[in-house]
């Protein structure tokens, strides 16, 4: 059977309510991290090479009895609840703080969960002591799904960021969101699996992601929300579930949800807060949708692009691109956009008289679509 890409439903929820408070779901053997105890609100903040501020007191994460509900109290004062009215359709979502100044505070999400209040409409953010502040949106791709509100609120507590490149299959990680309207709810899981070809739908454009996939509870209103390591730093951005259907609708979790590496992420919601626009890395070329066979058989290539000056030619079908190997067109185009502009990448290709040949291609770079 082919490991090629997933078409799944976007984990977005219409006319949902809210409800306070936290749920948890906790696992067996997370590893132990430290962090610091305030010894008079006892919150929770980040340990630097395990030594506390004044103050306060060091903690072990994951020893017996605190695991996943301490970092649940390390990162949900970072993660967020949207409520988005619009012509377009009502919806709510979520989304953590990325960074925040003494007057602003900058939010990233998923672009589905806001994308119907870009023309018109309002968007609401839930902070995680119950106060309401109306958002703005800063920048969308529709491409990546991703986007980035605002908050005219300043000095809060930024979600801690991970390394997504160092996760491996088997990691324990822990999904922050709104299912189903009930905010504040936190999972646990593990990764179930890197680097799965994800595609999603959306109003604007069809969206690919180089995914995580995880068995951690994600439903509809996760969407946005962080996906956290056992050390409680960010890894992924909640997006998406594949559930089995029925004739009444989606059937929701069936263990197996999908998260936009936290790296890439970084990548676009920095662009997004510079210039309000983002970029994508540009190969130019097209594939041939006609093309049933193992790989992607390049159909068009843009004159003056990365593609022709690296020496690709029409009718050669690309096997693999840094050693994955691509199944169809949509895997290859996931594998290519997991890169940013500028980045190089070793492409395998079969050439028209059937031969392999190896190319190595620095990408160029292209908008993105909001």
Request: net charge neutral; proline share 5%; hydrophobic share 40%.
């Amino acid at each position: 059977m082919k490991n090629g890409a997933v078409k799944v439903l976007i984990g977005f929820i219409i006319g949902a309510v809210s409800v306070g408070g936290y749920a948890i779901a906790t696992p067996n053997n997370v590893p132990v991290v430290k962090a610091c105890i305030d010894n008079k609100t006892k919150a929770l903040y980040a340990s630097i090479n395990g030594s506390c501020a004044k103050g306060r007191s060091a903690i072990d994460i994951g020893a017996t009895g605190a695991n996943v509900k301490s970092i649940a109290q390390l990162v949900s004062p970072s993660v967020v609840s949207i409520e988005v009215t619009a012509l377009a359709g009502n919806g709510t979502g979520s989304g953590s703080i990325y960074k925040s100044t003494s007057s602003l505070s900058y939010i990233i999400t998923n672009n589905h969960v806001i994308e119907n209040a870009a023309s018109s409409g309002k968007i609401e953010v839930e902070l995680n002591n119950g106060d309401i502040y109306t958002a703005s949106i800063v920048g969308r791709n529709s491409e990546y799904d991703l986007a980035v509100i605002s908050i005219n609120k300043g000095n809060l507590p930024e979600i801690p960021r991970g390394n997504s490149s160092s996760l491996a299959i088997g990691d324990v990680v822990i999904a922050f969101g709104s299912p189903l309207g009930l905010s504040g709810t936190v999972t646990s899981g593990i990764v179930s699996a890197l680097n799965r070809p994800v595609t999603t739908g959306s109003t604007t454009a069809e969206s690919y992601m180089d995914a995580i996939q995880t068995d951690a509870a994600i439903n509809p209103g996760n969407s946005g929300g962080p996906l956290v390591d056992s050390q409680g730093r960010a890894v992924g951005v909640n997006s998406a579930i594949a559930t089995l259907g029925s004739s009444f609708g989606p059937s929701g979790n069936i263990g197996l949800g999908f998260s936009i590496p936290f790296n890439q992420a970084i990548r676009i919601a920095d662009e997004l807060i510079a210039t309000g626009k983002s970029t994508k890395p540009f190969l130019g070329i097209s594939f041939d949708p006609g093309f049933t066979g193992n790989g992607a058989k390049i159909g068009i290539i843009t004159p003056g692009q990365a593609a022709e000056k690296a020496g690709l030619t029409v009718g050669m079908i690309v096997k693999s691109v840094d050693g994955f190997k691509v199944n169809d067109a949509v895997s290859t185009i996931v594998r290519i956009r997991s890169h940013a502009p500028g980045d190089q990448i070793v492409m395998v290709v079969e050439t028209t008289s059937g031969s392999s040949r190896t190319f190595t291609i620095t990408l160029g770079s292209a908008p993105a679509l909001p």
